[in-house]
C-alpha cells in the first residue's frame, strides 16, 4: 500500500503532537508515525511549568486541568539531605503521567485532522526518496519530514551519523512509590544537590505515586543505581522496591542547525533539554510549534529550515546562557558555594522561579545573580572564607 502527506513527522511525543496539531489546523495533510500504541507511557518526572503552560496554550484548544494530577506551588531545595532554601507559595508548578498528557496531546492534534500510524515502526526511511516503509509494509511518501522521534533519533541518525553524542549525553533513572505507602508526606517537589555530579536528584508528587529520580551527566557518572538506591534508603528509610527505569537525555547538548533541506528536527531529537533544570516537555512543544510554522510559511523546501532556524535562535540563545551559567552551579566546589548562597542572595529564589516561567530569561537572572553579589561582596568572602567546611 501506497500513501502520500505533505509533511510526515516521526514520534508523536509532545513535540510531534504540537507540531502535527499546528499543520493541521492550518489545514496541511499531515500524518504522524509512532511505533507505540497509545496511550503508552514515556519515562519522566512529569513536570510542567508555567512556561510549558504558557507553550501548550499557545498550540492547543482544551484546558490541560484533566490530565494534571497534582499542583505545587512550593519547591524545596536540598544538599546532602540538609534543606538548604524552600519557596513557597509564589508559582505553580504542575505535574502529570505521560501516559495521560501524551495521548490528550495526539487526541488534540487527531481531533484537527491529522492522520496517524501507531504501533508502526520504521522499517526503512529514504530522505532523498522523501519516503520510508513501515514495520507494516506501507510506503509512507511526503513532501517534508519532522523527526520528533526523541533522544534515540532515527531521523538525526539518519541525517547526522548518531542521534546524540555519547560524550555529552545525560542519563536519567526513575522508580515510582506508592504515596500511600511512603512513610515521608511529600506535597511540594524536592531537588537534592550533592548526589550526582552534573546533575541532580528529585522527589516529585504525582497523583497516586511519587516519582524519585536522578539525573546526570552520563561520563560523570557510572554508578547512578546505586546513588539512587542510596538515596532512595536515606530518603525513605526503606529500599528501592519499585522497578528502577532509566532513559538518555540531551541535557542543553541541542543541535545548532536542527536539521537539513526538507527535514526538521524538534524536542529531544533536537537535543531540545534545558541544560540546569533538565525541563524537556515546553521545548518539545515549543520547537513542534516552531517547526511548523516554516513549513506552513515556506513549504517544504530548503527555505523551512532557514525560517526554522531563525525561529528556532531564542532557545538557542537561553541554552547557551543556561551551558554557562551550569559551570558556576555543578562542579563540586561551586554547586555548593551556589547552594549557601542561595538564601542570602536576595530575591534569586524568585528569579529562579520566574525564569521557569518564562517571564524573564538567563541573561537577567545571571545579572542579578551578579548585582546582588557585587552588592554584597562581604557576603561572598564570608562564603568563600567558609569553602572548606
Ligand atoms: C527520567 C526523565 C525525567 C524527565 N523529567 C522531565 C520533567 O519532569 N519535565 C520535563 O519537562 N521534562 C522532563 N524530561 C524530558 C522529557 O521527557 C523530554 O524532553 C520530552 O519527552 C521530549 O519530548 P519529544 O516529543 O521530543 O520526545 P518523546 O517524548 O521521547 O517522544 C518521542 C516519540 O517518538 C517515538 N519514536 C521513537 N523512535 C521511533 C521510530 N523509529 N519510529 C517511530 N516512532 C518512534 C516514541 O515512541 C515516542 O512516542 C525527563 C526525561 C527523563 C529521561
Known amino acids: 500500500m501506497k500513501r502520500h502527506h505533505q509533511v510526515l513527522i516521526i514520534g508523536a511525543g509532545p513535540a510531534g503532537s504540537a507540531a502535527a496539531h499546528t499543520l493541521a489546523r492550518s489545514g496541511v495533510d499531515v500524518a504522524l508515525v509512532d511505533k507505540a500504541h497509545f496511550p503508552r507511557d514515556k519515562l519522566c518526572g512529569g513536570l510542567l511549568t508555567l512556561r510549558c503552560r504558557k507553550v501548550y496554550r499557545s498550540i492547543f484548544d482544551a484546558p490541560w486541568e484533566g490530565v494534571i494530577g497534582h499542583v505545587s506551588t512550593g519547591v524545596k531545595f536540598l544538599h546532602e539531605g540538609r534543606l538548604i532554601n524552600e519557596i513557597l507559595g509564589v508559582s505553580e508548578l504542575f505535574f502529570t503521567r505521560r501516559l495521560d498528557f501524551d495521548h490528550f496531546l495526539l487526541d488534540q492534534a487527531v481531533a484537527r485532522g491529522a492522520v496517524t500510524y501507531l504501533g508502526a515502526a520504521i522499517a526503512d526511511l529514504d530522505l532523498p526518496g522523501k519516503s520510508c516503509r513501515l514495520h507494516t509494509g506501507m510506503e509512507i511518501g511526503f513532501d517534508a519530514l519532522i523527526g520528533a522521534d526523541g533522544v534515540n533519533s532515527l531521523v538525526a541518525k539518519r541525517l547526522f551519523g548518531r542521534s546524540f553524542d555519547p560524550e555529552r549525553i545525560a542519563f536519567a533513572l526513575e522508580v515510582e512509590v506508592d504515596?500511600?505507602?511512603?512513610?515521608?508526606?511529600?506535597?511540594?517537589?524536592?531537588?537534592?544537590?550533592?548526589?550526582?555530579?552534573?546533575?541532580?536528584?528529585?522527589?516529585?508528587?504525582?497523583?497516586?505515586?511519587?516519582?524519585?529520580?536522578?539525573?546526570?551527566?552520563?561520563?560523570?557518572?557510572?554508578?547512578?543505581?546505586?546513588?539512587?538506591q542510596r538515596f532512595h534508603l536515606e530518603r525513605f528509610g526503606l529500599p528501592v522496591l519499585g522497578k528502577i527505569r532509566g532513559h538518555h537525555l540531551p541535557f542543553g547538548d541541542y543541535r545548532r542547525i536542527p536539521g537539513r533541506g526538507n527535514v526538521?528536527?524538534?524536542?529531544?531529537?533536537?537535543?531540545?533539554?534545558?541544560?540546569?533544570?533538565?525541563?524537556?516537555?515546553?521545548?518539545?512543544?515549543?520547537?513542534g510549534r516552531l517547526a511548523a510554522e516554516a513549513l506552513i510559511e515556506a513549504g517544504a523546501g530548503a527555505a523551512a529550515l532557514a525560517g526554522y532556524r531563525a525561529r528556532y535562535r531564542k532557545i538557542?540563545?537561553?541554552?547557551?546562557?543556561?551551558?554557562?551559567?551550569?559551570?558556576?552551579?555543578?562542579?563540586?566546589l561551586s554547586e555548593r558555594l551556589f547552594l549557601k548562597a542561595l538564601p542570602g542572595i536576595r530575591g534569586l529564589p524568585l528569579k529562579h522561579l520566574e525564569l521557569m516561567a518564562d517571564e524573564i530569561g538567563y541573561g537577567e537572572y545571571f545579572r542579578h545573580l551578579l548585582t546582588s553579589v557585587a552588592k554584597h561582596p562581604g557576603r561572598l568572602f564570608h562564603l568563600l572564607a567558609r569553602r572548606g567546611q
Do not use: M
Not at 548526589?195 to 497516586?208: E, H, N
Open 316 to 332: 538557542a540563545t537561553e541554552f547557551d546562557h543556561a551551558r554557562r551559567l551550569r559551570y558556576l552551579l555543578f562542579p563540586g
Open 179 to 228: 504515596r500511600a505507602r511512603s512513610p515521608a508526606r511529600v506535597d511540594d517537589p524536592e531537588i537534592h544537590f550533592g548526589l550526582a555530579r552534573w546533575g541532580y536528584a528529585w522527589v516529585f508528587p504525582k497523583k497516586d505515586t511519587l516519582t524519585v529520580g536522578i539525573g546526570g551527566l552520563l561520563a560523570h557518572n557510572p554508578d547512578l543505581k546505586a546513588t539512587l
Open 264 to 287: 526538521l528536527l524538534c524536542g529531544d531529537a533536537a537535543g531540545l533539554v534545558e541544560p540546569i533544570t533538565g525541563e524537556g516537555i515546553a521545548f518539545a512543544l515549543q520547537s
